[in-house]
């Protein structure tokens, strides 16, 4: 009757931007991420028949802009005529500023739900499940390096290395405290129907995809780095180019990417990635960590650095 599950957010190395099916919430696009290992949502799912309907807590407030997507993905797992739940997140660090919070949300709340009423789902039934809820979601299923794929019926996730098979190291520079403006998915809608930039982003993609994967089969930093660099430009091309412009960037998101640009002309190992939000994500090889933390700490404007190895993918806690 409860269950608690616990999930990391990931960093999409290779972007997804844009949908193809809004209804079925699925990507327009495949996309490669990492699972952190120090950040952390974990969600309790309680079966309480008292309730008149269901109730949800975020770091021990109760929320109700989220409610109902919380109540729609737990709808999906065991159905429309449930019993009520009470729904209890907590999360270490910010929510809706970029980090992939709603990934780490919905990977461990599909798994909580599942366990809490008591239902046995295949991982990769629950990915598609999560991904119903927040398309990242899916790849926060799995731990190391995730492939998300995007095929004609559904979604797919499948792991590409372990955390241990190339243990990186990856720092969050927080440039920005709270949400930010536009929501993700609102954002994806306007630079789909009016970016000029978008259909080329779309066309894009699969090499991109083909690029990365053989750049992490290789643990190629300098491979991948490029390339993924390369794809978070083009998705905030797309994104600059919407009307309105979806601009989630601030001046220390870019005083940090010229950090990072610094840090490579001395041979630094080290790569910049920037989702949706003003938070810069550099990812370097173990013995170079101290180097970048030290820059990107002396960069104006950053406000708090997180520090993350790669970790594994959505778990249960207790039952």
Not at 111 to 125: D, E, H, K, W, Y
Not at 265 to 273: D, L, N, Q, S, Y
Request: glycine residues 6%.
């Amino acid at each position: 009757m409860r269950a608690s599950a616990i999930a990391q957010p990931n960093i999409a190395v290779i972007k997804y931007w844009g949908k193809r099916d809004l209804a079925r919430n699925l990507p327009a696009v495949g996309s490669i991420s990492v699972t952190l290992s120090t950040l952390y949502t974990e969600m309790q799912v309680e079966i309480d028949t008292a309730l008149a309907g269901d109730v949800l807590l975020v770091n021990a407030e109760e929320n109700r802009s989220m409610l109902a997507r919380v109540s729609d993905c737990v709808d999906i797992i065991a159905g429309i005529d449930r019993p009520a739940v009470r729904v209890s997140s907590k999360s270490n660090f910010p929510i809706a500023a970029g980090i992939a919070s709603s990934a780490s949300a919905f990977a461990a709340l599909v798994v909580a739900a599942a366990a809490a009423f008591g239902l046995s789902i295949p991982r990769n039934r629950l990915a598609q499940l999560a991904g119903r809820a927040s398309g990242s979601a899916a790849r926060s299923m799995l731990g190391g390096f995730v492939e998300l794929e995007n095929d004609t019926d559904n979604i797919r996730v499948g792991s590409l290395l372990s955390a241990a098979d190339w243990p990186l190291e990856i720092l969050i520079a927080i440039t920005a405290p709270g949400p930010k403006p536009v929501s993700s998915g609102d954002a994806m809608e306007i630079s789909r129907r009016t970016s000029p930039f978008y259909d080329l982003w779309i066309e894009q993609q699969a090499a991109d995809l083909a690029e990365a994967r053989a750049a992490i089969r290789q643990r190629d930093l300098q491979r991948l780095g490029a390339i993924a660099e390369h794809n978070c430009l083009k998705m905030h091309s797309v994104m600059w180019g919407s009307r309105p412009p979806m601009i989630y960037w601030n001046s220390a998101t870019i005083a940090c990417m010229q950090t990072i640009r610094e840090l490579q002309a001395r041979g630094v190992a080290v790569f910049f990635t920037i989702d949706a939000g003003p938070q810069l994500k550099a990812i370097c090889a173990a013995a170079d960590v101290m180097t970048v933390r030290t820059a990107l700490l002396a960069t104006d404007g950053v406000l708090e650095l997180m520090q993350s190895g790669i970790g594994e993918g959505a778990r249960l806690v207790s039952a």
